[in-house]
């Protein structure tokens, strides 16, 4: 089943506003459907009185999410919905136009590539590609990277200007993930500064166990860390062949900054 038609099924999570949770599922239900949605569709598909659903689709209409045709009284995505799309596809440009390569980095070293997006004073995991290896991690897009553990959020951290990288430092809850990750915030300093030396972020089993990253900021043309880019291997498959971990960092090394400029 579609997952926008069982939504209007579930209870709200707690603490939600169920006001606006239905209304966002009356929305998502208008655009995932191939065809343009009547008032009685609504009534039926989330049980609810004619009145309310009349009014989410009028408030939604109001606010140019819907737009109503005036002869078939059919409900479809308003233009305010398109200036989103529109709006989120220039912050996308960098993704859309970095998979290609990030795919070509993990073909090369045989392992999963991902692209760290620096948004907010958070590292926000925005790709990954997949290599043709039989052992192959799978992460979560839209997810936040630990800046204190993940090599994704320490080579953006490392790079960026020493009082932005002190505020940030400071705002910073250093939850043990592992056993391994750093909780002190001298010890995390001390780790910034070896990244910065090298070039490059390592997490050694510091936010999953048996798991190892990689990853280098990439600057734009003024400097500035905006993003990393890396690799998750399977500790034991690094640390088990001689030379694996040196062509991953020769590999990660060879990727350009041009698509940040």
């Known amino acids: 089943m579609n997952e926008s038609v069982e939504e209007p099924a579930r209870k709200a999570a707690a ?34 009185d004619r009145a309310s659903a009349f009014r989410f689709l009028q408030t939604l209409e109001s606010k140019g999410f819907l737009r109503k045709d005036a002869i078939t009284k059919e409900y479809d995505v308003g233009g305010r919905l398109y200036y989103w799309a529109a709006r989120l596809r220039e912050k996308t440009r960098l993704i859309n136009s970095f998979h290609e390569r990030l795919q070509e980095l993990a073909d090369t070293v045989q ?23 039989l052992v192959a991690i799978r992460h979560k897009i839209g997810a936040f990277e630990p800046m204190h553990s993940s090599a994704a959020g320490k080579a953006i951290l490392a790079f960026l200007p020493q009082e932005q990288q002190d505020q940030i430092i400071e705002s910073l809850n250093l939850v043990a993930l592992t056993r391994n990750t750093i909780v002190s915030k001298d010890a995390l300093r001390l780790d910034l500064a070896m990244t910065r030396e090298r070039g490059y972020a ?30 998750t291997s399977v500790t ?10 040196e062509k991953i960092i020769a590999a990660l090394k060879n990727i350009d900054e041009q698509i940040l400029e």
């Open 202 to 231: 390592i997490d050694a089993n510091e936010t999953h166990e048996g798991l190892t990253c990689v990853a280098r900021p990439m600057l734009n043309s003024k400097g500035k860390a905006v993003a990393s880019v890396g690799v």
């Open 111 to 133: 392992q999963t590539a991902h692209l760290g997006l620096f948004i907010n004073d958070r590292v926000l995991l925005a790709d990954f590609a997949l290599s043709t290896s």
């Open 15 to 48: 603490g939600n506003i169920k006001t606006l949770e239905k209304g966002l599922a009356i929305l998502d239900e208008i655009i995932d459907s191939s065809t343009p949605l009547k008032l009685s569709d609504i009534i039926r598909r989330f049980d609810i």
């Open 236 to 245: 034991a498959l690094v640390s088990g062949e001689p030379g694996r971990f």
